[in-house]
């Protein structure tokens, strides 16, 4: 089971993280910050790419963005050296196409939020797209805030997507320490997200939270 810890903030946190072996580091830029604490400045995502370059093992690094046009997220990622992008919004998919012909090694994940059962058609548009390498399920509350809810969502809409998805489906929303197990067996997905469930209550990240995260998530 693959395993992402999201909301990464510093050089610091990223080699503190790495230590626990998770596959994926995720990474907030462009932001509204009261909408989203992670969200840090192009100088620091790219250190925290740098750091991540140098843990003793690959990981990769997701770049968050709420961009809607190709243009935005290719010049962030050209600037931050990110190996995916994580695409919330409505993205439109001949976008996703502009941005993978012009990164064409670049990761493309598209978030889908799962609000009712229409997320199932959304998520096969997308799948559908030759562009676009994997999925990510996610909560969302109100119109702005997209991840980083701290809220689960319907699994059992999710478990029928990474049913009928070809590619590879990320699962994220209100997942912890305790309800991880539960959500991997009911969803079967191919990789789990967490931020702000192993998160303190001030936003830094709880080490052992983190730990025990990845333990529970890889049985």
């Known amino acids: 089971m693959k395993v992402k810890i999201c909301g990464i903030r510093s050089r610091q946190e990223a ?4 230590e626990f072996q998770p596959d994926a580091l995720g990474i907030l830029v462009g932001f509204d910050p009261q909408i989203a604490p992670n969200n840090i400045s192009e100088e620091m995502a790219r250190d925290v790419v740098q750091a991540s370059r140098e843990l003793p093992y690959n990981v990769d690094t997701f770049l968050l963005t709420n961009k809607q046009d190709a243009d ?4 962030y990622s050209k600037r931050i050296g990110n190996s995916h992008i994580q695409l919330l919004g409505d993205v439109s998919v001949n976008d996703v196409g502009v941005i993978r012909y012009e990164m064409p090694d670049l990761g493309i994940v ?3 939020h799962v ?9 096969q548009e997308y ?20 991840g980083g809810t701290g809220q689960t969502h319907d699994w059992t809409i999710s478990a029928e997507i990474a049913r009928r998805s070809k590619k590879p489906v990320w699962l994220a929303g209100g997942l912890r320490t305790y309800n991880v197990r539960s959500a991997i067996e009911t969803v079967r997905p191919y990789g789990v997200d967490v931020e702000t469930g192993v998160q303190n209550p001030d936003g830094s990240k709880n080490y ?7 333990s529970n998530s890889r049985p």
């Open 110 to 112: 598209k978030v889908i």
């Open 127 to 146: 799948d559908d797209c030759d562009a676009v390498s994997a999925l990510l399920l996610d909560s969302r509350i109100g119109y702005h805030k997209r």
């Open 115 to 123: 609000t009712g059962y229409e997320a199932v058609g959304l998520a």
């Open 15 to 18: 080699l503190r993280v790495g």
């Open 208 to 214: 052992d939270m983190i730990k025990e995260f990845v």
């Open 72 to 75: 935005t997220n290719i010049a």
